[in-house]
C-alpha cells in the first residue's frame, strides 16, 4: 500500500468535481429529495392517525404510485437514455449525417418510449399482483388517460433533458437520470397534494403528474375520477411538449452554430 | 489527373467563427464525379469543420455551399442531398450492441435502401466480414470496425463520400486494401471523394488533387506533383513540414 498511490486517485475524484457543476450538485440532489418525498409521506400518515380515519388502502395507494410513477420515468428515458446510448456508442454522427431528421428522430424515440412503458407496465402490473395481490387495472378505464399524460410529460421532461445534454455535452449527462424526479414532491405521487405547504400546492397546480396521482387515489378511494383535473394535465401536457420541442430545435440550431454537435459525437 | 464535368460540391468563401477565432477563412473549391480530392493540413487547419459544414453538422457563419446544385442549409434539400451522400471517419463507431448485419441492416433503413437485405449481404461479403457479421459490434477488432464504417459508408451507394482519416487506426495491410478499393470504386463508378488524412505518402497515392490548409485557410491547391514542385519538396511529407512550419511558396 502506497499512501502517494492512494491520494492520487482521491485527488483524480476531488478534481472532476471541482469541475463538473452536476456532479456535485448531484451530491446534494438526491438527500434532498429524498428528504421532501419521505417527509411528506410521513406527514400524510401521522395526520390520518391524529385525524383517526380509518386505515386507507396503503397497498394500492403506494404499490398504484410507484407502478404510475415509473411510467413517467421510463417515458422519459426511452428519450434521454436512448439518445445517449448513441453518444456512448460514437454512433451519433453518423445517425445525423444520414437523411434522417430531428423530427423523424424524435418521433422514433417516442415509439421506443411507448414500447418501454408498455413492457415495464406489464411486467410491474403483473408482479404486484402475483406478489401483492394488488390489482393495478381496479382502476379500470381511468387508467387509459393516466397513463397517456404521465407517457406525455415524460416525453416533454425526456426532450427538454436531451437539449440540455446536447448543448452541455456528456458533463450533463446525469441530468437523464435525475431530472424527472424533481417534479415527484411536487407531484403528490405518495400523498395528496394537501398534505404540501401552500406555496408548493401552487406549484403542484402547474404539474400534470399531480392531477394524475390525485386522479388515482380518489378512484381507490371510490370517489371516481375528475374529468376536469384530467383535461387540466392533459392541457399543461401539451404545452410543456410544445415547449420543450421548441427548446430542442433551438438548442439543436444553437449547437450546429457552436460546433457541439459534430463534438458530442466523436 | 483532374476530372471532368460539372462539380458534384461547390463550396464558395465559407467560413466559419467561433466568436473571435476564425477556423475556416473564407474557402472556396469544387469537387467533381469521379475525383479524390485530399484536404491537407495540420491539426487545426479547418480540415474536419469544413467536412462538418458540409455534411450540416456546423453552421457556417459565412459563404455558401451547394451540393448536387442543392443547399444543405435548407432541410429539405439536405435531405436530399445526404440520401446521396456518405462519410466516415476513424472517429465515429457502430452501436455496440448490436451485430455487424444489424448495424448494417439499421443503416440501410436510414436510407432507403431497396432490397436491404441483398444490398447488407453483398457489403459483407465485399467487405470480407462474413466470419463476424453475426458477432456484436464491441467484439471486433479496430480493422474489421473500419471495414463496418467503410461498408456503411457505401450502404447507398453514394456519389460522394466525405472520408476523414479513414485508415488512421489500420495496420500498413488493411490501410493499402482500403486505399486500392476507394481507388477502385472511384474509377469504376465516377464516385467523388473527399478526404483527409495525416499519411502523406497516402495523401500522394490516393488523391489526384491536393488543397493545403493551414490557420483555416487554402494556401496552396493541386496535383500532388505540383505541390512537390512549388514547395520545392522531396515529397509530400517535406511539403507538410514546411508548410507546418510556416514556410510559404
Same mark, same amino acid.
Given at each position: 500500500m502506497k499512501w502517494h498511490r492512494i491520494t492520487a486517485m482521491f485527488l483524480r475524484h476531488i478534481y472532476l468535481y471541482r469541475h463538473s457543476l452536476t &456532479?456535485?450538485?448531484?451530491?446534494?440532489?438526491?438527500?434532498?429529495?429524498?428528504?421532501?418525498?419521505? #417527509?411528506?409521506?410521513?406527514?400524510?400518515? *401521522? &395526520?390520518l392517525s391524529a385525524e383517526g380515519k380509518n386505515t386507507p388502502n396503503f397497498l394500492g395507494i403506494f404499490?398504484?404510485?410507484?407502478?404510475?410513477?415509473?411510467?413517467?420515468? /421510463?417515458?422519459?428515458? #426511452?428519450? *434521454?437514455?436512448?439518445?445517449?446510448?448513441?453518444v456512448w456508442a460514437r454512433n451519433f454522427l453518423n445517425l445525423f449525417v444520414s437523411p434522417l431528421t430531428i423530427g423523424e428522430y424524435l418521433l422514433s424515440m417516442m415509439l421506443v418510449s411507448i414500447f418501454k412503458v408498455v413492457?415495464?407496465?406489464?411486467?410491474?402490473?403483473?408482479?404486484?399482483?402475483?406478489?401483492?395481490?394488488?390489482?393495478?387495472?381496479?382502476?379500470?378505464i381511468s387508467l387509459l388517460p393516466f397513463?397517456?399524460?404521465?407517457?406525455?410529460?415524460?416525453? @416533454?421532461?425526456?426532450?427538454?433533458?436531451?437539449?440540455?445534454?446536447? &448543448?452541455?455535452?456528456?458533463?450533463?449527462?446525469?441530468?437523464?437520470?435525475?431530472?424527472?424526479?424533481?417534479?415527484?414532491?411536487?407531484?403528490?405521487?405518495?400523498?395528496?397534494?394537501?398534505?404540501?405547504?401552500?406555496?408548493?400546492?401552487?406549484?403542484?397546480?402547474?404539474?400534470?403528474?399531480?392531477?394524475?396521482?390525485?386522479?388515482? /387515489?380518489?378512484?381507490?378511494? #371510490?370517489? #371516481?375520477? *375528475?374529468?376536469?383535473?384530467? @383535461? &387540466?394535465?392533459?392541457?399543461?401536457?401539451?404545452?410543456?411538449?410544445?415547449?420543450?420541442?421548441?427548446?430542442?430545435? /433551438?438548442?439543436?440550431?444553437?449547437v450546429r452554430a457552436k460546433g457541439l454537435l459534430a463534438r458530442m459525437g466523436e | 489527373?483532374? =476530372? =471532368?464535368?460539372?462539380?458534384?460540391?461547390?463550396?464558395?468563401?465559407?467560413?466559419?467563427? +467561433?466568436n473571435s477565432f476564425q477556423a475556416v477563412k473564407c474557402v472556396s473549391?469544387?469537387?467533381?464525379?469521379?475525383?479524390?480530392?485530399?484536404?491537407?493540413?495540420?491539426?487545426?487547419?479547418?480540415?474536419?469543420?469544413?467536412?462538418?459544414?458540409?455534411?450540416?453538422?456546423? $453552421?457556417?457563419? $459565412?459563404?455558401?455551399?451547394?451540393i448536387f446544385g442543392l443547399n444543405p442549409e435548407k432541410a429539405r434539400e439536405r435531405e436530399k442531398i445526404l440520401s446521396r451522400m456518405n462519410f466516415t471517419s476513424t472517429y465515429v463507431a457502430m452501436p455496440y450492441s448490436l451485430t455487424l448485419r444489424e448495424s448494417l441492416q439499421v443503416f440501410a433503413r436510414l436510407y432507403g435502401v431497396r432490397k436491404a437485405k441483398a444490398k447488407v449481404d453483398m457489403l459483407i461479403e465485399q467487405f470480407e466480414l462474413k466470419e463476424v457479421a453475426d458477432r456484436p459490434v464491441r467484439t471486433l477488432s479496430s480493422g474489421q470496425?473500419?471495414?463496418?464504417?467503410?461498408?456503411?459508408?457505401?450502404?447507398?451507394?453514394?456519389?460522394?463520400?466525405?472520408?476523414?482519416?479513414?485508415?488512421? $487506426?489500420?495496420?500498413?495491410?488493411?490501410?493499402?486494401?482500403?486505399?486500392?478499393?476507394?481507388?477502385?470504386v472511384k474509377k469504376n463508378r465516377k464516385?467523388?471523394?473527399? +478526404?483527409?488524412?495525416?499519411?502523406?505518402?497516402?495523401?500522394?497515392?490516393?488523391?489526384?488533387?491536393?488543397?493545403?490548409l493551414h490557420h483555416g485557410e487554402i494556401i496552396a491547391r493541386g496535383t500532388p506533383q505540383e505541390l512537390i514542385a512549388r514547395f520545392r519538396g522531396e515529397d509530400l511529407e517535406d511539403v507538410f513540414l514546411k508548410v507546418a512550419r510556416e514556410v510559404r511558396p
Open positions: &456532479r456535485l450538485v448531484e451530491i446534494f440532489y438526491w438527500p434532498l429529495l429524498d428528504l421532501l418525498v419521505w #417527509g411528506f409521506v410521513s406527514i400524510y400518515i *401521522s &395526520r404499490l398504484g404510485a410507484l407502478i404510475l410513477w415509473d411510467i413517467l420515468f /421510463r417515458s422519459q428515458q #426511452g428519450i *434521454s437514455v436512448s439518445f445517449l446510448e448513441e413492457v415495464v407496465f406489464l411486467t410491474s402490473a403483473l408482479l404486484a399482483w402475483v406478489l401483492y395481490s394488488f390489482n393495478l387495472f381496479i382502476l379500470g397513463v397517456l399524460n404521465l407517457v406525455i410529460l415524460g416525453w @416533454a421532461i425526456g426532450i427538454f433533458t436531451t437539449a440540455l445534454i446536447l &448543448r452541455f455535452g456528456q458533463q450533463a449527462e446525469v441530468l437523464a437520470w435525475g431530472v424527472a424526479f424533481l417534479f415527484q414532491p411536487v407531484s403528490a405521487v405518495f400523498y395528496p397534494v394537501s398534505v404540501l405547504p401552500q406555496f408548493l400546492q401552487k406549484l403542484a397546480m402547474f404539474i400534470p403528474a399531480s392531477y394524475v396521482f390525485e386522479g388515482m /387515489r380518489a378512484v381507490i378511494f #371510490g370517489q #371516481g375520477i *375528475s374529468l376536469e383535473h384530467l @383535461a &387540466r394535465a392533459l392541457f399543461l401536457n401539451l404545452i410543456y411538449l410544445g415547449l420543450s420541442l421548441l427548446f430542442f430545435f /433551438r438548442m439543436f440550431k444553437s | 489527373m483532374t =476530372a =471532368a464535368g460539372f462539380p458534384l460540391l461547390q463550396v464558395n468563401n465559407l467560413c466559419k467563427s +467561433y473549391f469544387e469537387l467533381y464525379p469521379g475525383e479524390i480530392l485530399g484536404l491537407l493540413g495540420p491539426n487545426g487547419a479547418g480540415k474536419t469543420t469544413i467536412i462538418h459544414m458540409l455534411l450540416g453538422l456546423t $453552421s457556417p457563419t $459565412s459563404g455558401e455551399i451547394r470496425m473500419t471495414k463496418l464504417n467503410l461498408a456503411k459508408a457505401f450502404v447507398n451507394d453514394p456519389d460522394i463520400l466525405l472520408l476523414d482519416e479513414p485508415t488512421a $487506426s489500420l495496420d500498413p495491410d488493411i490501410a493499402d486494401r482500403t486505399r486500392k478499393y476507394l481507388l477502385e464516385m467523388a471523394i473527399l +478526404y483527409t488524412s495525416h499519411n502523406m505518402q497516402e495523401m500522394e497515392e490516393i488523391s489526384d488533387r491536393l488543397l493545403f
